[in-house]
């Protein structure tokens, strides 16, 4: 068991309490209106957020207002906005551009705005205030919520995790669902004690001194952003920056450490970050988020993928806090934390899914990701070899997309290394390694700043690859069982089916080497092919296992 929590915990690392086990259970109302277009979500589109907050670090308390820009789009009668904020929040008063104030109702963590019906393409902006006692994030990032700390100095340091289940109502209002994310960006501004510097994503816009000991900083993006991304990051930072030349041009890196790791981290993180862009713009292509720089940020917790401020905990050192998941040993030899989060900015932040239950295109290419960087790096080989070591956190607990959309639920945590392994197989089947690239840059470049459901990523997949994957991708996204690749040789004749797989399985195997491709096309019903001497030669169920997450069973 404490194995297996390792394994866990490397291949979780980015996902805050959406990993939890899930019981078969009801679904209530309370988890329709947080994972449903709701009628009073449907008629409006969210077009911005500007985020103001003032923590408390003594009373572990905060107090802001979130003014929402939206635009209509759909004439439906209704006369009610949700907006989403989480016990013990409270919202105070909402009112708009104007000044004029809105009543409200709260049912559950939903809180219902009366306003008038409005007519389709105008727009309106709201400004809700709120304040209480946020909930504390016991143990983040994998519990949301926000975590009042203290660096070894003994100083104040703040900052909140929300992804997944608990969601980014759990610390200020908005509209807390991933298929809505804000047209023209976002702002963040933090007041906060003068003795300590606020971060935000994006770019640094504003500093203001109010005289009474506290300064606001606002922070700005002006790309889409996930509402789980929306970070503050306080406490006794200091900036150094860099110029990294990537493939769209000049973009700006900076990096936020606590003042008494300024070395190390001058020392440590460039050659990672720059290790990172150059492999993942090889991959994925360039960089989503020019415009609004990238950046690493000290955080007490281990790391978080926030669009553009990446939350960095990995004690400066190769490995997961000095663990490889895979057991191979290439695991330690890079920065987990740099390399998996900073992936998510393409997967994740880049392409959104739109409901809780797709989050494998979030967590399977960036886990994928980390393949992808090691056969950059260190090669193919070494890639192949850490795909196939992160096999062992696989539980086939349950599928991963799991039967129910609009309810906010979330499949098996091995979304992580079993996404990874599909997609290590869909390329291994295709024998044609920079089509495969084409592909990843195509989802990247067609989806950009897009939130896309899996169906999307799945057909695009099969179609740029001219072959059907759909039954691929059903079996290992929705369904527990492991294929078995049954083969059976005879001379130069070979019979080959699979077995314990759902109907229709179709996963070409192809095997390589310096001078030979041997690709077959099983389905389940038994085929027959005439093979040559080198071919049989690679035909082995150490050479299948290694390539591919199927059992392979040599019939004697």
């Known amino acids: 068991m404490k194995h297996q929590l390792l394994l866990t915990l490397v291949f979780s690392v980015c996902t805050a309490g959406i990993l939890q086990a899930q019981n078969q259970r009801a679904f209530t109302k309370t988890d329709s209106l947080r994972g449903t277009i709701t009628p009073e979500r449907a008629w409006w589109n969210l077009t911005r957020y500007d985020l103001e907050v003032q923590p408390d670090y003594l009373t572990k308390t905060l107090k802001g207002v979130n003014t929402i820009s939206y635009t209509v789009v759909e004439n439906n ?12 929040l409270k919202i105070d008063e909402v009112k708009d551009a104007a000044g004029k104030k809105y009543s409200f109702k709260k049912e559950g963590s939903v809180w219902l705005i009366d306003i008038a019906d409005q007519k389709k393409g105008t727009s309106g902006k709201l400004s809700i205030h709120y304040s209480g006692t946020p909930h504390e994030a016991i143990r983040a990032p994998w519990d949301g919520g926000w975590t009042f700390t203290k660096d070894s100095l003994g100083r104040p340091w703040m900052t909140v995790t929300c992804q997944g289940g608990a969601g980014a109502s759990i610390w200020y209002p908005c509209k807390d669902h991933q298929s809505d994310e804000p047209d023209k960006g976002a702002s963040l501004t933090m007041r906060v004690p003068d003795t300590l510097m606020a971060i935000g994503n994006g770019r640094l816009k504003k500093t203001t001194k109010h005289g009474d000991g506290t300064t606001s900083y606002r922070w700005e993006v002006i790309n889409p952003i996930n509402n ?5 990051y306080i406490g006794k930072y200091i900036n150094f920056k860099e110029v990294y030349q990537g493939e769209k041009g ?3 890196l900076n990096y936020w450490v606590l003042d008494y790791n300024e ?7 460039p050659k990672e970050v720059h290790n990172t862009m150059k492999s993942f713009e090889y991959w994925f292509g360039p960089y989503p988020f020019y415009e609004d720089g990238y950046q690493l940020i000290d955080v007490p917790h281990t790391g978080m993928e926030h669009q553009s401020a990446v939350a960095y905990g990995n004690w400066y050192q190769p490995g997961y806090r000095k663990r490889d998941g895979s057991g191979t040993g290439w695991g330690l030899k890079w920065d987990f934390i740099v390399i998996h989060e900073s992936g998510h900015e393409w997967f994740g932040n880049n392409i959104t899914s739109k409901d809780l239950a797709d989050m494998w295109v979030h967590e399977g290419f960036t886990n994928y990701s980390e393949t992808l960087f090691v056969d950059y790096i260190f090669g193919e080989q070494a890639g192949n070899e850490y795909n196939a070591g992160i096999r062992r956190g696989i539980r086939n607990d349950k599928p991963i997309i799991p039967t129910t959309y609009g309810v906010n639920a979330q499949g098996s945590g091995d979304m992580y290394p079993k996404g990874g392994n599909l997609l290590h197989a869909i390329k291994h089947s295709m024998n044609d390694s920079e089509k495969f690239r084409q592909i990843l840059r195509g989802l990247n470049k067609d989806f950009y700043h897009q939130t896309v459901t899996s169906a999307q990523v799945e057909n695009y997949i099969s179609e740029k690859a001219g072959f059907d994957y759909s039954k691929v991708f059903d079996q290992y996204l929705r369904n527990t069982a492991i294929p ?9 004749t ?8 759902i109907p229709g399985f179709n996963l070409p195997v192809v095997l390589t080497n310096n001078t030979t491709v041997l690709k077959l096309l099983p389905t389940d019903e038994w085929a027959t092919t005439e093979l040559k001497a080198n071919e049989l030669l690679m ?3 150490e050479a299948v296992k290694s390539m591919y997450y199927i059992d392979p069973v040599q019939i004697k």
Do not use: H, W
């Not at 009668?77 to 013990?88: A, E, F, R, V, Y």
């Not at 789980?228 to 503050?232: D, T, V």
């Not at 070395?263 to 993180?269: D, G, I, M, R, S």
């Open 77 to 88: 009668g209704s006369t009610k906005m949700q907006i989403d904020l989480k016990d013990p």
């Open 228 to 232: 789980y991304n929306i970070i503050p």
């Open 250 to 252: 000049k973009l700006d």
């Open 263 to 269: 070395q190390k981290a001058k020392n440590y993180l």
């Open 484 to 492: 078995k690749f049954e083969f059976e040789v005879k001379g130069n």
């Open 494 to 501: 070979v019979r080959y089916r699979y077995t314990n797989c």
């Open 539 to 541: 035909l082995t169920v």
